[in-house]
């Protein structure tokens, strides 16, 4: 399999909807409803299909929010530049960014992928999902982090020598944890959770690569720190009407966004309305960016059944036959 093979599996027929100004606001003084523990029922399936991008954009610099007229605006170059169109799986940010700057040359026509399901990006106010620091941008690389990812992008422009050359995604065993739009396919088609909730364990199952994310609710102590997953050792605890997932022993091949297994998340699910999550993620590697920052997603509510994600290791490009 060649490096970056799966990214060309996937085409899809991006439908921009209408931004998020009234439906799919949180609502002031609503209650969620409980489960039988009385803890927030966060149950069912949720999407991540936000257009806000993980960062703000230069061009928006010190503006946190965008007017309704706005958005409205940003939609309709949006939909002239992708609906009806072809185009290239326009993952994360894209949809945004080229609405932004308008540009026709982010507009494809010749997508030659399979079709994916048509998938709604939800134009919103905001102008980053990244809320801290203030100004919308991830804080800046540590000089170890710098020479760190200089030296992977070294080691992954030779010729790999066996199966421990590929990141796990592309060798389908995981896209990492956390998953941020636009950063480690986070949305899309692949932004799909299903919360499964019982009084002692809350499970994340996520539609990429079907994997499962356990986390313990009984108050059990973290693994030792000489037993590293690639996806974390997470614990959960209720604060109020707040899920808070505490997740620590990050294995060093996680890779997300260059951390290192010091990588420590912090998350926090909270139901603002019937059909939204608040879907909070604070990321602190000392060892990788100079701060701590915190970035906002908004799940939302969908009626949508999760199915396999058909990725597996072995995927072998076609040969055209002699």
């Not at 991540?48 to 703000?56: D, G, I, V, Y």
């Not at 185009?87 to 030659?112: M, Y």
Request: glycine letters at 6%; hydrophobic letters at 35%.
């Amino acid at each position: 399999m060649s490096r970056g093979f799966f990214l060309s599996l996937l085409a899809l027929t991006v439908v921009v909807s209408a931004p998020l100004s009234i439906a799919g606001r949180a609502h002031p003084g609503w209650s969620p409803p409980l489960g039988p523990d009385g803890h927030p029922d966060l149950q069912g399936v949720w999407l991540n299909s936000s257009a806000t991008p993980l960062e703000r954009p230069p061009a928006l610099a010190g503006k946190q929010t965008l007017t309704d007229d706005e958005v409205a605006e940003l939609r309709r170059r949006a939909d002239r530049l992708f609906k009806n169109t072809n185009a290239d799986f326009p993952a994360g940010d894209a949809v945004f960014l080229a609405a932004l700057a308008d540009i026709d040359r982010f507009k494809s026509t010749t997508a030659t992928g399979t079709t994916s399901e048509m998938i709604e990006r939800e134009f919103d106010n905001r102008t980053s999902l990244v809320v801290d620091p203030p100004d919308g941008r991830i804080p800046p690389l540590t000089m170890e982090a710098q020479q760190r990812v200089a030296a992977a992008r070294a080691h992954r422009q030779r010729p790999a020598e066996g199966p421990e050359d590929f990141t796990q995604v592309e060798r389908c065993l995981t896209y990492g944890v956390p998953r941020l739009s636009g950063t480690n396919t986070g949305a899309g088609p692949l932004g799909y959770y299903d919360i499964v909730q019982t009084p002692s364990h809350v499970v994340l199952f996520l539609e990429a690569i079907h994997e499962a994310r356990i986390v313990n609710l009984d108050g059990r102590p973290h693994l030792p720190s000489t037993v590293r997953l690639w996806q974390g050792d997470s614990r959960g605890r209720w604060e109020g009407k707040t899920l808070v997932v505490d997740t620590t022993n990050f294995s060093a091949r996680n890779d997300f966004m260059g951390a290192s297994d010091h990588l420590h998340l912090v998350e926090r699910l909270t139901r603002v309305a019937p059909d939204r999550i608040d879907y909070q993620m604070t990321i602190d590697d000392p060892t990788t960016w100079t701060r701590p920052w915190t970035a906002v997603i908004w799940l939302k509510k969908s009626q949508a059944r999760l199915y396999e994600y058909a990725c597996h290791e072995g995927n072998l490009e076609p040969r055209a036959r002699a």
